[in-house]
């Protein structure tokens, strides 16, 4: 019987995983700079850019028809605000939290200090991003032309735009049934579809983990070792302790339980570095494994993706207090205080795509008079601490959505409880 057994796509992933990290390893150390160039640009990022794209290619029309439904089948308007409340407090609080959590383990860690490097071996220069007027992220929020949202990929644009046609035809009640029947049909068609791209997921894991490794080795990792290893202290303590904690008393919720089902929809958002591209995982695993119903997944997954950075916050602390120390600068409590805020505010305009989160770090240097030149310093390391952030950043959707789930009292408890054995078999149906 278990010669028989296939192997499951999540150990697949895996080992994708490790075999491209081991393969990464293996070209830089031993090839020649010209074989390396070849593969990237024959091999490795034809197979990655191309596992990204047919992900990608699903998540507007997937956010778009899931969060219609998903408000449609609310049914009720009160309802949907009050979760649609509660979902914007939670992603606020714990974005606000996981930069605290970052400034307190880097003043501990010091990872700016005795790394012997200076900000002259910074060798880009990085322009300023401007922080947003509050009032112009909700005029934004609005599009003006619905399908040049879609067009252009403006998350926050989709999901409004979603959110009032799902209100209306929930308004409008039966004599629009039939179009709302048409577009849980193409969310089902959709959903398929990431099934079918997924069986390819293994490949496309192993380009683009391998690639990173190839082109950037452990050479350097060394000198950034001391950053590296903040950032990635202060993830799992937001990733695991946090969120296992807000699992326990918020969620009254198993938090291993969690784990034990989540972690293939973490290898996904690992090697793609992208929120938005692991939402179409994200839903299925939340809705599928773990008993969220539809109604609140497709709300709190796609508006997580998009204003919900909690892995990115705590980026934002740990490069402010590293760059700080570099300069020599103590941070005052109100410049601390000023971070909080404004990375707060940065996470809700940052993409959910690979290296956003770097660019709106430049916002929170500038706020509190740190020099840019200390981005360009980061982002040497930062296509690996993308990596891991993204990880944080899509686990803390779906714990939000396990929580909301279980307040309303919609959580499917047997689905969530039940034996992940056979679950652990597939990462998607």
């Known amino acids: 019987m278990n010669k028989n ?57 997937l956010v778009l028809c ?37 400034l307190g383990v880097a003043n501990i860690i010091k990872p700016g200090m005795g790394t012997g490097l200076t900000l002259s071996q910074a060798k880009n220069t990085v322009e300023a991003a401007k922080a947003p007027f509050i009032m112009d992220v909700f005029v934004n929020m609005v599009p003006t032309n619905p399908i040049e949202a879609m067009v252009k990929g403006d998350m926050l644009q989709i999901i409004v735009f979603a959110l009032i046609f799902g209100i209306c035809i929930t308004l409008i009640g039966e004599k629009v049934k039939p179009l709302l029947d048409i577009i849980i049909q193409v969310n089902e068609v959709l959903l398929k579809m990431i099934g079918v791209i997924m069986l390819v997921a293994p490949i496309g894991v192993f380009a683009l983990i391998s690639k990173v490794i190839m082109l950037q080795g452990t050479a350097v990792l060394l000198p950034l070792l001391n950053y590296l290893l903040t950032v ?44 938005n591209a692991t939402i179409p995982v994200n839903l299925e695993t939340c ?38 120390q570099l300069v020599g600068v103590d941070l005052t409590m109100n410049q601390m205080l000023m971070v909080i805020l404004t990375a707060t505010l940065a996470s809700i305009g940052t993409a959910g795509v690979p290296g956003a989160g770097v660019v709106m770090l430049s916002m929170v240097l500038q706020q509190v008079g740190l020099p840019l030149e200390g981005v360009a310093l ?45 679950l652990n078999n597939e990462v998607v149906a």
């Open 378 to 422: 980061v982002l040497s390391v930062d296509r690996i601490v993308d990596m891991l952030r993204t990880t944080v950043n899509i686990t803390g959707d779906a714990v939000a959505t396990m929580i909301m789930s279980n307040l309303e009292k919609e959580l499917n408890l047997s689905v969530y409880n039940g034996n992940s054995k056979e």
């Open 232 to 275: 990635a202290l202060g993830l799992v303590l937001q990733g695991v302790v946090v969120y296992g904690l807000a699992l326990r008393f918020l969620g009254r919720l198993n938090p291993i339980k969690f784990y034990k089902k989540f972690w293939p929809v973490m290898l996904v958002a690992f090697s793609t570095s992208s929120s």
């Open 66 to 102: 899931s969060l219609i439904t998903g408000v449609a089948s609310i049914g009720d308007i009160k309802k949907l605000g009050r979760v649609g409340i509660r979902t914007i407090i939670y992603y606020t609080l714990t974005t606000a939290f996981a930069i605290t959590l970052a």
């Open 5 to 61: 057994k296939k192997m499951s796509l999540a150990t697949k992933i895996l080992l994708a995983l490790a075999i491209g990290i081991a393969f990464g390893l293996i070209a830089n150390g031993f090839f020649s700079a010209t074989i390396n160039e070849g593969l990237n640009k024959w091999v490795l990022s034809p197979l990655g850019d191309i596992f990204l794209r047919a992900i990608k290619m699903l998540v507007v029309p």
């Open 287 to 324: 809705e599928e494994k773990l008993g969220a119903p539809k109604s609140i997944s497709s709300f709190t997954i796609p508006l997580g993706a998009t204003i919900n950075m909690d892995g990115t916050a705590v980026m934002q602390g740990v490069a402010a207090i590293f760059i700080a």
